[in-house]
Antibody
Framework: QVQLQESGPGLVKPSETLSLTCTVSGGSISSYYWSWIRQPPGKGLEWIGYIYYSGSTNYNPSLKSRVIILVDRSKNQFSLKLSSVTAADTAVYYC????????????????????WGKGTTVTVSS | DIRMTQSPSSLSASVGDRVTITCRASQSISKCLNWYQQKPGKAPKLLIYAASSLQSGVPSRFSGSGSGTDFTLTISSLQPEDFATYYCQQSYSTPPSFTFGPGTKVDIK
């Protein structure tokens, strides 16, 4: 059974870069998309971006200028870097696996996040 | 960008009630709509994918319907463990992009 575990500093100073790692256990990182999602205190979920195991990425346009997601297949890990952080980036950060499939009758692909990490809290403060 | 809305934003219900939550997309997303349940302090849990497919292990009292822009999550008989916040999420386009709805909090009446 695949499990995900986020790790990284819980406190980051304003203007610095937030760096988190998600370790995949119980399965291979290959053949899936892998995503980061965050949730500010008391608020809803925000998709940050994802990476395919091959290295291709897609980011939320609202964060695209500050986000980099990388994959390390040798370690079965993927990582998030968010630069120039402010207090607004304070949140619980989750990693998740994305599965996708094709609906042949109506000719479309659909995707969903079926496995999630437990989340890690990151506070931006001096 | 595709925007998602949910209604109501919160509701109070009793055990055994039938509960319906609505999600609307700002443009047609075919059936690329997922539903998640989140309890306080926990990660979201996938309930329904592709608008109406029940994720493995999820009780059959949960069901989803809809296509295009309008979608519904129904809990046929609310159980104590169902009190939570529910989010819809669109995953339209290839490669996919994702947007979550603002959430619907279901609490005890």
């Amino acid at each position: 059974q695949v499990q995900l575990q986020e790790s990284g500093p819980g406190l980051v100073k304003p203007s610095e870069t937030l760096s988190l790692t998600c370790t995949v256990s119980g399965g291979s990182i290959s053949s899936y998309y892998w995503s980061w999602i965050r949730q500010p205190p008391g608020k809803g979920l925000e998709w940050i971006g994802y990476i395919y195991y091959s290295g291709s990425t897609n980011y939320n346009p609202s964060l695209k200028s500050r986000v980099i997601i990388l994959v390390d297949r040798s370690k079965n890990q993927f990582s998030l870097k968010l630069s120039s952080v402010t207090a607004a980036d304070t949140a619980v950060y989750y990693c998740a696996r994305i599965r996708g499939s094709y609906e042949p009758d109506q000719h479309y692909y659909y995707y969903y996040m079926d496995v999630w990490g437990k989340g890690t809290t990151v506070t931006v403060s001096s | 960008d595709i925007r998602m809305t949910q209604s109501p934003s919160s509701l109070s219900a009793s055990v055994g009630d039938r509960v319906t939550i609505t999600c609307r997309a700002s443009q047609s997303i075919s059936k690329c709509l997922n539903w998640y349940q989140q309890k306080p302090g926990k990660a979201p849990k996938l309930l329904i994918y592709a608008a109406s497919s029940l994720q493995s292990g999820v009780p059959s009292r949960f069901s989803g319907s809809g296509s295009g822009t309008d979608f519904t999550l129904t809990i046929s008989s609310l159980q104590p463990e169902d009190f939570a916040t529910y989010y819809c999420q669109q995953s339209y386009s290839t490669p996919p992009s994702f947007t979550f709805g603002p959430g619907t909090k279901v609490d005890i009446k």
